[in-house]
């Protein structure tokens, strides 16, 4: 499993959340057979979403910021969202843009004058494009927000994927690659060249370097 932490909402609010990368299956408990979930269904939202919120209360004592947290929080119904996304190529693409990269790129900012920044962000309700001016030091405050402090890790692997994994993780491919019958095209056969006068194949003697002079007598 691979987590990606993101802080930032379309308009540069603070909105932290992690993606998660989750295989769809894993090793049986003799990690000899590759065990996939049925039917795009891995686990009940409802219940780990409840679950997540207890281990998250118990991470937070344990570190000692329970009290840093408004106790209204906990009474709230916390989200967890998941669904299968195939092979998962695509979302991998749409996590690599977020892994190194800031709150806003370059190219959405479309006018800095008199104090104010302008902006572009698509709204996630119509899918339209749509714009936003700001005063600068509101721009500035919405954007360091996000900026994470040195030395915070910002993707974590766990599981299969964690370092200290990696012969599980070498064994899993292994046994999804023995299921996976190789599809790879055979080369296309090299066209052979014919000379024009006899018609007969052509037989490479040797190369003819070129020079910008004639060599020395």
């Known amino acids: 499993m691979i987590g990606v932490l993101h802080t930032w909402d379309r308009i540069l609010g603070y909105h932290p959340h992690i993606h998660y990368l989750v295989?769809?299956?894993?090793?049986?408990?003799d990690h000899t057979q590759w065990l996939p979930s049925e039917n795009d269904f891995l686990v009940r939202v409802e219940p780990l979403s409840t679950i997540f919120r207890a281990k998250f209360k118990a991470a937070?004592?344990?570190i000692g910021l329970f009290n840093a947290v408004a106790s209204t929080v906990w009474n709230k119904d916390w989200v967890v969202h998941s669904e299968s996304v195939g092979s998962g190529k695509e979302a991998m693409v749409y996590l690599a843009r977020y892994v190194f990269r800031v709150a806003i790129s370059n190219n959405r900012l479309l006018n800095i004058d008199n104090n104010q920044v302008t902006f572009e962000y698509q709204d996630s309700e119509t899918k339209q494009q749509r714009q936003m001016t700001v005063a600068a030091f509101e721009f500035i405050r919405?954007?360091?927000?996000?900026?994470?402090?040195?030395?915070?890790?910002?993707?974590?692997?766990?599981?299969?994927?964690?370092?200290?994994?990696r012969n599980l993780l070498a064994m899993a491919m292994y046994l999804l690659g023995a299921h996976t019958p190789a599809t790879i095209p055979k080369p296309a056969a090299k066209a052979e060249l014919y000379c024009p006068k006899c018609c007969r194949p052509l037989r490479f003697?040797?190369?003819?370097?070129?020079?910008?002079?004639?060599?020395?007598?």
């Not at 295989?23 to 408990?29: A, E, F, I, Y």
């Not at 919405?142 to 994927?161: A, D, M, N, S, W």
């Open 60 to 62: 937070l004592k344990e």
């Open 142 to 165: 919405r954007f360091l927000q996000h900026v994470l402090p040195k030395g915070f890790i910002k993707v974590r692997y766990y599981g299969l994927t964690s370092p200290a994994k």
């Open 23 to 29: 295989p769809g299956g894993g090793l049986s408990p």
């Open 205 to 217: 003697v040797g190369r003819i370097n070129y020079y910008e002079r004639g060599p020395p007598l």
